[in-house]
């Protein structure tokens, strides 16, 4: 089997629904994912199969508190500096 990315899919065993309608999610599976509680999914129905597909927080913009105006054009080339040490 093949995913849609292009990645072979793994199978990770089974999973069994519980009385109150909660699936669990295997615990290697969970671990390579870095799945941890409070992880959103979307629940899609594609005939008679069932794909989850995790939810990805919102990305945040981070700031030093400066204004476009003091940051200009030295932004990236700090940060690369910062990063990569001036190489």
Do not use: C
Request: proline residues 2%; charged residues 30%; glycine residues 10%.
């Amino acid at each position: 089997m093949s995913s849609i990315d292009g990645n072979s899919d793994n199978e990770y065993g089974e999973a069994t629904l519980n009385e109150r309608g909660r699936l669990t999610i295997p615990k290697s599976l969970r671990d390579e994912l870095h799945l941890d509680d409070g992880t959103t999914f979307t629940v899609i129905r594609e005939g008679s199969d069932i794909r989850l597909v995790r939810q990805l927080p919102e990305l945040q913009t981070l700031s030093a508190g400066k204004s476009d105006e003091e940051w200009q054009e030295t932004a990236f080339r700090d940060a690369g500096e910062a990063t990569f040490g001036g190489r």
